[in-house]
């Protein structure tokens, strides 16, 4: 079974771009989330999509970011314009149930200069 | 008050030694409850589910006390592979929907 796939791994950007983040979920997985982890600070929860219905947004930070899932398969994420502080890891997790079982991607680390 | 704290860290434990770690959560409605580890740079990968009644899966044990809100995990015996962030994931029912909020996490360090 393939795991949860983000791309890219690695992002470097300078103040003011923009920058679309995307999560390749496990396969039948109708839960999909996103998250944050800034250096030092615990991983933050950003948003839950039920295939592609957005399910729970309220840990998104503001209106920079734009979160989608068109027909429930992959999900991108729209970081724009960049600020400094969105720098931090950003994971993607599926999960069959929405009570547990999370499998989470590697991750994107997201830098902004 | 944080929705999850967790020990301060970092452990660190000769190998073979039996190490533990708390995790406090605030709200009473948590549903589920998980221990996830994360090697440095990776993802977080789950080390085990977190039941009423303690479970145990090899050195692993893990304890949860709904009355005092906190949930444990026991490592024996243990290896230097287990050196990681080992990150508390509670599942609250808010507002209708389950929304898995982690702990800063602990980190352990194992030396020979």
């Known amino acids: 079974e393939a795991g949860v796939t983000q791309f890219p791994s690695h992002s470097v950007i300078e103040k003011g771009q923009t920058v679309t983040l995307r999560c390749d979920p496990i396969?039948?997985?109708?839960?999909l989330y996103w998250y944050r982890r800034v250096m030092g600070k615990e991983i933050k929860f950003l948003l839950h999509?039920?295939?592609?219905?957005?399910?729970?947004e309220s840990g998104m930070p503001n209106n920079r970011f734009l979160a989608e899932r068109t027909g429930g398969t992959y999900s991108t994420l729209k970081v724009q314009p960049a600020e400094l502080e969105d720098s931090g890891v950003y994971f993607c997790?599926?999960?069959?149930?929405?009570?547990?079982?999370?499998?989470f991607g590697s991750g994107t680390r997201l830098t902004v200069v | 008050r944080k929705e999850v704290e967790q020990d301060p860290g970092p452990f660190n434990v000769p190998e073979g030694a039996t190490v533990a770690f708390n995790c406090t959560y605030s709200?009473?409605?948590?549903?589920?409850f998980f221990w996830y580890r994360q090697d440095c740079r990776k993802e977080p990968k789950l080390l085990m589910s977190?039941?009423?009644s303690g479970n145990e899966d090899g050195r692993f044990t893990a304890q949860l006390n709904r009355a005092s809100q906190y949930i444990s995990l026991l490592i024996r015996d243990s290896k230097l592979s287990d050196s990681a962030t080992y990150l508390c994931?509670?599942?609250?029912?808010?507002?209708?929907?389950?929304?898995?909020?982690f702990g800063r996490g602990t980190s352990l360090i194992v030396h020979p």
């Open positions: 999509f039920v295939k592609e219905s957005k399910q729970d």
């Open positions: 709200n009473s409605a948590s549903q589920s």
């Open positions: 977190v039941y009423s």
């Open positions: 997790a599926s999960s069959q149930r929405s009570w547990g079982g999370y499998t």
């Open positions: 994931v509670v599942i609250p029912l808010s507002g209708g929907s389950y929304i898995p909020t």
């Open positions: 396969s039948g997985h109708d839960n």
